[in-house]
Every structure is written in C-alpha cells, then in structure tokens.
C-alpha cells in the first residue's frame, strides 16, 4: 500500500487534472486506488462526479464531524472499476483547522485510517500549504510534482523544492520526491520546449520521461466529469496519462 501526494503550490499547472486521470489509469491497470480529495475547491471530487451542490453525498469534512470516524463509510466507487474516491468540500477549509485546533491533535489523515485494499492513495492537494496539505506530506511515501511548461513555472518551482525538503526534514523523513513531470505542453513553442529542457538539467533522473501535452479533450473530460480513459480513450491525453502512470508503478518497485 503506497500513499502518494500531488503536490505544487502555484494553482493550475494540473495537480487535479494529473490526480484523476493518473488515479484512473492506475485503476485500469489493475491497481485498487482511492483518490482523496483534499482540496476544499473539490475539483477532483466534481471531475469523478461529486459535486456537492447538485448531490447529497457525504464528504470527507463530515467524516472530521463524525463521532465514529469510520472513513470507509466516505468512501466511493467512481465510473472506473477499481477507482474509488473519498469527496471534498468548500466547507472542509475551516472545518480541518478548527476541528485540529479543539482536538489538539497534529494531524487528522492517518495511515491506519485506510483500509488495506487500496494499493494506491493519492492525494489530490490544494495549491496553498496549508495543514491539509502538510497532512498528506506527513504520512505520504511519494510526492509527485507536476510542472506547466510554462516561463513562469520554474521560478515558482523553488518553493515548492523547498516545501518538500521541508517536509522531509521536519514532519517525514521517509518522503520521497518520486518524480517531476511536464503537463499542458505545447508542442508548438519554442517556449514549452525551453522549459522542458530546463527541467530536465535541473532533476535528471528524478524527470519523468512521459510529457502530458495540451488536450482540449482533457478539459471535456472534466466538464463530463469523468476521468479522460473513461471519457476518450483514445485521446492523446489518455494515451499520455497511461504512459506516465506505467512509468510511475515501475518507479515505485
Ligand atoms: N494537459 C492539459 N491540456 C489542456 N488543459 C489542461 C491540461 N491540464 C490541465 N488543464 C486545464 O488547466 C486548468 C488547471 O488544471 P488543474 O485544475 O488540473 O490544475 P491544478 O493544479 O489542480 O489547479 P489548482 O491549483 O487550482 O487546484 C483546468 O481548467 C484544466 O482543465
Ligand atoms: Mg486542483
């Protein structure tokens, strides 16, 4: 069982849309996978079909008010087989805070909490540090990074390297950065291409060999609010996201 963080702290270069599709392929190849959506946007859990203010679900901030904190009972089946998913809500930002506040506890999101079924978690995080976030760094085996292929991507990059060492020196010393991937590349820059080659002198080995290219068929998918294997198998960015997600189990052998 593999706890795994998607992580980058500037918004939108496509932790969401990485964390469903990837959890989605991981799924697809065999692997029992829950996607839990830390993000109190609930991007990932509206993408999977979870939209709060259309459905009478339970989310993982009424798993915080339980008494019982029985976490199965949050806990989902998705369109895929083999992908399940424990929803988020606008309410969850100050429910987590307040609740760690009066229980005095450090942190919420236990290992022992999820059942061992799952051979993957996969964290969807929000793009500010706040104590969700570190929640999933504290008990994460892997954090992956994706990174947009844009200018302006590799100077906000440094903090989350930052973030990470951090982590690792402070709250889990077992973490391990997996890897950096490139997502919305546009093949058809010399910008995007730039970029790509800088990543790859900055984290060698540590960059993923697969690129997530610009898809519109991605961005459909998530208005279909299914993940893009379900939706479009035969887009690229299915393709691409299957790619990476074989690349990433080999990885973590
Ligand atoms: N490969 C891609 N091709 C085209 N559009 C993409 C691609 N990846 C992501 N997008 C779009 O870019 C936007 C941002 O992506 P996403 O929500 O996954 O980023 P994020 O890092 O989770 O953002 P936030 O930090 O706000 O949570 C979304 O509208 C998404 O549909
Ligand atoms: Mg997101």
Redesign the pocket.
Known sequence: MKFIVMI?N??????????VNLAACFAKLGKQCLLVDL?P?A?ASIHLGFDKSNQAHQTLCDFLLSSDRKLNDYIYPTVQQGLFCLPSEPALSDFYDEIQREEQVDFFLKRSLFSKKYSIVLF?S??NMGNLALNALAIADYALV?VQTQYLALSGLDLTVKLLDKAKRHLNSSLETLGYFG???DRRTNVAKFVLNELQDRFGKKMFKTV?????K??EA?HAQKPINSYFPSAR?AKEYGQLAEEILQRMK
Not at 10 to 19: A, D, F, L, M, Q
Not at 212 to 216: D, E, L, P, Q, Y
């Open positions: 980058n500037k918004g939108g270069v496509g932790k969401t849309t990485s964390s993000d946007s991007s969807d929000p793009p994706p997502t919305q590349f997530i290219g610009v898809n519109s991605l961005i998530y960015g």
